[in-house]
């Protein structure tokens, strides 16, 4: 590496140590772009940080540092932060830190040293950060990646063994749920709304407010019951939610190429990116414009929905939940997101579970598998005709039915 090169990086970390901005159009602009076009200094700096336990963020143009999980800020270390504020990925432990950091300037500007820190009482950030958020941190996006996972595993892409029982608040809510899905397969879980369809993605997925109290889940080969779901997002299961949160301060640009880069573990050329991401978008007849707008802020319920979308596109994962993806879209968008559902399962050949009580989004797909789902129970199985059925009788009941 050329001294000048690791002088930059020195400049780069310095300015963050110092609490200097490092983002683009700011003092540092500079340094900003020598990180993000040099990819020596970019090496140097995460090198750099490594050594001292720092992690490094980059949203919105702008760098972000805080404390490892052996490092400590505000006189607690990450975990003990997650631990305390019941937080489960990064993202949210930076926002956690934003907020923080947004309420110490505003009441304690006077006062910013680090020994000054160690006296806010920790129940007073507790409650500063909850209010703040306002139940937001309850939400996980399940597309945090850190490594590339291989495309050549077998057949079983999840199985649900010794029929799990799933509760929420020491309440349960499916019972002996019995499902495998194979890799290249289209599932489809209907049932009227409050049967606990959404709970069993959740489950899947690892959200801790959801207890598997029986019953194992396993993933390629891999037992799930005590991973947590960033773990759970590393080996490819994706969740696309039915009500997108919205994230304000995040470009939807810069939150897939973020989770990319995790998902790689190496930095991503923007002009490539950029390429890929405006293909995707054109696709799912999204405007390029929404890439550089805060995710989700001010979006239409068809523009969210296709966010999501197109996340999945570009981050392929191998198992993809879509929780009511088409509800509460116009018969247009239903076309536009279920053909981006259809190029996931050409392209990708990842497995895929739709969750829905309508059948619109299913017109032009092919659906391998039909579940019928009816008070957290499976009491139907079938392939697509169990579709059309459903179509022309309605879900019924299993009583009903046996009677």
């Not at 683009?24 to 020598?34: C, F």
């Not at 799912?284 to 001010?298: F, I, K, T």
């Amino acid at each position: 590496m050329e001294n000048r090169n690791l002088e930059k990086a020195l400049d780069i970390v310095t300015a963050l140590f110092m609490g200097e901005d490092v983002k683009a159009g700011g003092a540092n602009a500079m340094l900003y772009d020598e990180y993000s076009h040099n990819s020596e200094v970019y090496d140097c700096v995460v090198q750099i940080l490594k050594r001292f336990d720092i992690n490094l963020y980059e949203y919105n143009d702008s760098l972000f540092i805080s404390a490892g999980a052996d490092n400590r800020v505000f006189g607690y270390s990450n975990e003990e932060l997650k631990k305390i504020m019941g937080l489960r990925l990064n993202k949210e432990l930076f926002l956690v830190y934003f907020i923080i950091y947004t309420i110490i300037i505003r009441f304690y500007k006077d006062s910013m040293t680090g020994t000054f820190l160690e006296y806010i009482r920790q129940e007073d950030i507790v409650k500063a950060v909850s209010a703040s958020l306002g139940g937001m941190i309850d939400h996980s996006s399940g597309i945090v990646m850190d490594e590339a996972e291989e495309k050549s595993f077998k057949a079983v892409a999840l199985v649900w063994d010794e029929l799990p029982d799933v509760s929420v608040e020491d309440k349960e809510i499916l019972h002996g749920i019995d499902l495998t899905i194979n890799r290249d397969e289209t599932h489809v879980l209907m049932g009227p709304n409050g049967t606990g369809k959404s709970t069993l993605g959740y489950a899947i997925t690892g959200n801790p407010a959801y207890q598997v109290t029986e019953g194992e889940i396993w993933f390629r080969g891999e037992r799930l019951n005590d991973m947590p779901v960033n773990e759970r997002a590393k080996k490819g299961i994706f969740l696309s939610f039915q009500n997108p949160l919205e994230v304000p301060g995040v470009t939807l640009s810069a939150f897939i190429r973020s989770a990319l880069e995790q998902k790689s573990g190496s930095r991503i050329r923007l002009w490539d990116f950029k390429k890929r991401l405006g293909e995707m978008m054109k696709l799912l007849d999204m405007d390029e414009s929404y890439a550089e707008r805060d995710l989700n802020v001010g979006f239409s319920g068809g523009e969210k929905k296709k966010a999501e979308i197109l996340q999945m596109l570009m981050l392929e994962p191998e198992l993809a939940i879509l929780d009511e993806t088409d509800s509460g879209l116009d018969v247009d968008a239903v076309r536009t997101v279920s053909a981006g559902v259809k190029l996931f399962r050409e392209r990708v050949h990842g497995s895929l579970l739709i969750i829905t009580h309508s059948t619109r989004i299913l017109e032009a797909l092919t659906v391998d598998k039909v579940h019928v789902m009816e008070n957290g129970v499976i009491t139907r199985n079938g392939g697509a005709e169990l579709v059309e059925e459903i179509n022309k009788n309605g879900f019924g009941k299993e009583s009903e039915r046996r009677a």
